[in-house]
C-alpha cells in the first residue's frame, strides 16, 4: 500500500492510465475528478503486486466539517480494482485507515459500482468491517443505484445498435433531421444554450440544478478527451434554436449521460432521440463497452412521475443495472451522530425552502 506522491508526476501519470485502462474505473476516480469537485480536497491510495505493478487504486475526496474539525471521506465508485480480490481490497483499506488518521476522519464510505446481486463482493466488505443498507430505498445515495446501460456494444456497428431499438424510437431519431434538427458536440462556449434548458428541466421536473460554473469545471476539469456537451439546434428565422442538450463523459470503456435538459418547446421534433443516438455513436467511435444512460429512479413503479425517464430511455433496448450501493465506516462514531444530527437538520431547512420556491413558480406559471 502507498499513499499517492502528488508531486510524483511520473506516480501520476502511471495512476491515470491504470485507472482509464480497468474495466472497473470511473470518471469519478479520474485524478481529473477533483479539478471538478474542487470544493473538496483528495489524496489518494494504491496497491501494487510483488513486481511494483499498480493492481488496484482508490480516489477519496475530503470535505472538512465546519465547527467540529473532522472530515468526511468519500471514494465516489471506487476503489478500481477487483472487488473479488480480499488481498487488494484489504491493502487499500490499510490507506484509507492511514489518510482516516490524518484528515481526523469520523467516516469513510465507498460505492463501487457491481450489482446488487453480487452478494459475495458484498459479503467481502462488510467482513471488513462495513456497515451496508440493503435495497437503500430511491434518492437515498449520493450515486444512483438504478441505471439503464446498454451493455457489449464494443465491436458492434451503427446499424446493429440502431435495429435493436424499438421501432418508433427508430422512427423519431430519423424524424429530427427530416425536421431540420442538428446535433452538435460543443464544450463550454455552448453553456449559454444549455443553462436556460437545465433551468427549464429543473422546474419542469421538479428537481435542484447545479449552478453554471459547475457545468464549466465538469466540461473543463474532465477535459475535451473525456466530456462533451452535446447540443440540439432548429433553425427559425435564421436563428439557431437550442432544443435539447447532454453533458456526457467518456472513461474506462463506458460512455455515461451524466446531464441532459430539454425545451418546453418544439418537443414535436423528437430531439432528444437525435441527441441520444449521436452519443452512442460517440461511444462507438471511442470504443466503449458500455453505454450508460444512468439513473432511473422509480423505474418500477409506473405512477411515479418518474417513470418517463425509465419508459423513454427502455425504448433503446438497454437493460436495468442495479448497483449494490453504499458501504460505510465508522472511526468516530459518536462525532457520526453529531455531524448526523446537524445535517439532517440543514437538510430540512434546504428542502422546506426549495419546495417553497417550487410551489411559488408554480403559481408564477399559471
Known amino acids: 500500500m502507498e499513499i499517492i506522491n502528488k508531486s510524483d508526476k511520473k506516480v501520476l501519470e502511471e495512476y491515470e492510465d491504470f485507472v482509464k485502462n480497468s474495466e472497473y474505473g470511473s470518471f469519478m476516480q479520474s485524478l481529473r475528478w477533483p479539478k471538478v469537485k474542487d470544493n473538496w480536497g483528495w489524496d489518494a491510495v494504491i496497491s501494487r503486486n510483488d513486481e511494483g505493478e499498480i493492481v488496484g487504486t482508490c480516489l477519496i475526496l475530503t470535505r472538512k466539517i465546519p465547527i467540529f474539525g473532522v472530515h ?89 445498435l440502431m435495429a435493436s431499438f424499438k421501432p418508433d424510437w427508430r422512427n423519431r431519431i430519423r424524424k429530427g433531421p427530416k425536421k431540420g434538427v442538428t446535433c452538435e458536440i460543443c464544450g463550454t462556449e455552448a453553456l ?97 463497452d458500455i453505454y450508460d444512460f444512468q439513473g432511473i429512479p422509480f423505474y418500477n413503479d409506473e405512477t411515479n412521475p418518474n417513470y418517463g425517464v425509465y419508459k423513454f430511455k427502455k425504448g433503446f433496448n438497454g437493460e436495468v443495472v442495479t448497483y449494490v450501493g453504499e458501504f460505510f465506516y465508522v472511526f468516530k462514531p459518536f462525532m457520526k451522530k453529531i455531524v448526523d444530527l446537524c445535517e439532517k437538520i440543514v437538510m430540512d431547512r434546504h428542502e422546506r425552502k426549495r419546495q417553497k420556491l417550487l410551489k411559488n413558480r408554480n403559481t408564477d406559471m399559471k
Open 72 to 160: 468526511f471521506l468519500y471514494a465516489p465508485h471506487g476503489p478500481v480494482c477487483d472487488w473479488s480480490d480480499k488481498k487488494v481490497m484489504n491493502d487499500l483499506f490499510e490507506g484509507v485507515k492511514v489518510l482516516a488518521k490524518k484528515y481526523r476522519c469520523y467516516q469513510f464510505m465507498w460505492d463501487p459500482p457491481f450489482e446488487e446481486k453480487e452478494e459475495e463482493r458484498t459479503a467481502l466488505i462488510e467482513k471488513m468491517g462495513f456497515s451496508h443498507i440493503h435495497n437503500a430505498p430511491e434518492l437515498t445515495t449520493i450515486q444512483a443505484r438504478n441505471n439503464y446501460m446498454i451493455r457489449g456494444i464494443r465491436g458492434k456497428s451503427a446499424d446493429e
Open 192 to 288: 449559454d444554450d444549455f443553462y436556460p434548458l437545465m433551468e427549464a428541466t429543473g422546474i419542469r421536473d421538479g428537481f435542484s440544478i447545479r449552478g453554471k460554473e459547475y457545468f464549466v469545471k465538469f466540461i473543463e476539469g474532465l477535459g475535451p478527451e473525456h466530456c462533451h456537451l452535446f447540443m440540439c439546434y432548429c433553425e427559425e428565422d435564421g436563428k439557431k434554436i437550442p432544443l435539447s442538450g447532454a453533458v456526457t463523459t467518456q472513461y474506462a470503456g463506458k460512455t455515461c449521460y451524466v446531464y441532459g435538459a430539454s425545451a418546453n418547446h418544439h418537443r414535436n421534433l423528437y430531439p432528444n432521440y437525435l441527441m441520444q443516438w449521436t452519443m452512442i455513436n460517440w461511444a462507438l467511435e471511442g470504443n466503449s
